[in-house]
């Protein structure tokens, strides 16, 4: 696979991902959602099991595996809790810093040093994605966009980037010592087991599980084949270019996401919104063209 075919992964990926976390946001316990999602994946798609046995894997590709499974409990977590306490135009932006986590992730455990154009594309594409949801296009406005909200909405975002950033550089290694598809499989089960721990010590949760589920159980099912479509094609993606590239490539989705309400949610179009995606594709052109 060339680098071309890399970032039309990513862009199909960045297509699909705000599908599902509209799901997401939209769901009546995100806790709930959440792990059946993961119980939906795990059972019904077993078979890759079949497809790529577990006996091929050595200790360090396992160790990785449990890497990835609590780095990506904890993101998911953190995503939760961001969605639930906080509104999407304060928590959508912090939790898309990632790449800057990444970038400095990346270079001092993957060794890998992003040219300065290519950094300047990482940060282009962070401020378009703080950008996208201002309702007023100022200087101020994007610096105090989120001073007065509360610590704990702002703690719930930053740590869910921070683990972003520490699964995709675990992912990076992950997939370079097992085939994508079983890797994905195999932290997603343990992390949906997890998610099964922490919802099993919730009395409440336990008393509505049912019937939440029952409600959901074809947006659950929908948002498991989404998700698995989304990050699969980011994994092979990682094969192939720069763990940062491929996280702030990935920011596009934002664009997608802004197109989506203003077409489904009917949400107003305005000049921020406009100039904000062209910002981030600004910064995708760098990344792409001189990576």
């Known amino acids: 696979m060339n680098n071309y075919t890399a970032f039309a992964l990513i862009l199909v990926s960045a297509l699909i991902h705000p599908f599902w976390n509209i799901l997401l946001k939209a769901s009546r316990d995100k806790v709930i959602f959440y792990f059946n999602i993961h119980l939906f ?8 099991l079949f497809i790529y046995p577990v006996t091929s894997l050595d200790g360090a590709a396992w160790f990785l595996v449990l890497l990835s499974s609590v780095a990506h409990f904890f ?25 800057l986590f990444v970038a400095a992730m990346g270079f001092f455990f993957l060794g890998e040093k992003p040219s300065l154009i290519a950094v300047f594309g990482i940060a282009l594409t962070v401020i378009g994605a703080q950008m996208i949801n201002q309702k007023e296009l100022s ?3 994007f610096i105090n966009s989120w001073r007065h909200s509360e610590k704990r909405i702002i703690l719930a975002a930053v ?31 343990f992390s949906g087991a ?32 989404l998700e698995f479509s989304s990050y699969l094609l980011i994994l092979y993606a990682f094969r192939v270019l720069n763990v940062a590239h491929v996280v702030a490539i990935r920011q596009i989705s934002v664009v997608f996401g802004a197109i989506l309400g203003i077409f489904i ?15 981030i594709c600004l910064g995708i052109y760098f990344l792409v063209a001189y990576k």
């Open 41 to 48: 994946f795990t059972v019904f798609f077993s078979f890759i």
């Open 75 to 99: 993101y998911q977590l953190f995503l939760c809790k961001a969605y639930k306490l906080g509104d999407l135009s304060v928590t959508y932006p912090i939790v898309r810093s990632a790449p």
């Open 159 to 189: 740590l869910t980037a921070m683990f972003s950033a520490v699964y995709s550089v675990i992912d990076k290694k992950g997939v370079l010592k097992v085939e994508p598809v079983l890797f994905f499989y195999l932290f997603f089960a």
């Open 265 to 279: 949610l009917k949400e107003r179009c305005g000049r921020i919104r406009i100039l904000a995606s062209f910002v």
């Open 194 to 225: 997890m998610f099964g721990i922490y919802l099993f010590f919730s009395k409440k949760r336990r008393h509505i599980y049912r019937d939440y589920t029952n409600r959901d159980k074809y947006k659950i099912a929908l948002a498991a084949i």
């Open 139 to 141: 200087l101020r406005h």
